[in-house]
């Protein structure tokens, strides 16, 4: 059974930093990408960020210059690291493991909270 935890989430005022972890464990299988996605309030899930196994990273337009996404190489642990961060940025953040063909898997989820 995999397992998706994320870690990190928490109240920060605006102009401040956040890094978020991300551990995907309880398989043998090779992970194809991992990523970062938010959702606000009566809003789509959205990707802030995603990284593949062979180190290729993708942003979205909003966090460019802000974020940065890694991999703790050979652990299937992803981090984001959020600087400089806005109200706007205020949501939940949900961790994806990718394992290509044999399917996707989610976390629960870590609340980041941007207000003065």
């Known amino acids: 059974q995999v397992q998706v935890v994320e870690s990190g989430g928490g109240l920060v005022q605006p102009g401040g930093s956040l890094r978020l972890s991300c551990a995907a464990s309880?398989?043998?299988?090779?992970?194809?990408?991992m990523g970062w996605y938010c959702q606000a309030p009566g809003k789509e899930r959205e990707l802030v960020a995603s990284i593949t196994s062979r180190g290729r990273t993708n942003y979205a337009d909003s966090v460019k210059g802000r974020f940065t996404i890694s991999t703790d190489n050979g652990k299937n642990t992803v981090y984001l690291q959020m600087n400089s961060l806005k109200p706007e940025d205020t949501a939940v953040y949900y961790c994806n493991a990718d394992f290509g063909y044999f399917g996707a898997y989610w976390g629960q989820g870590t609340q980041v909270t941007v207000s003065s």
């Open positions: 309880g398989s043998i299988l090779s992970i194809v990408a």
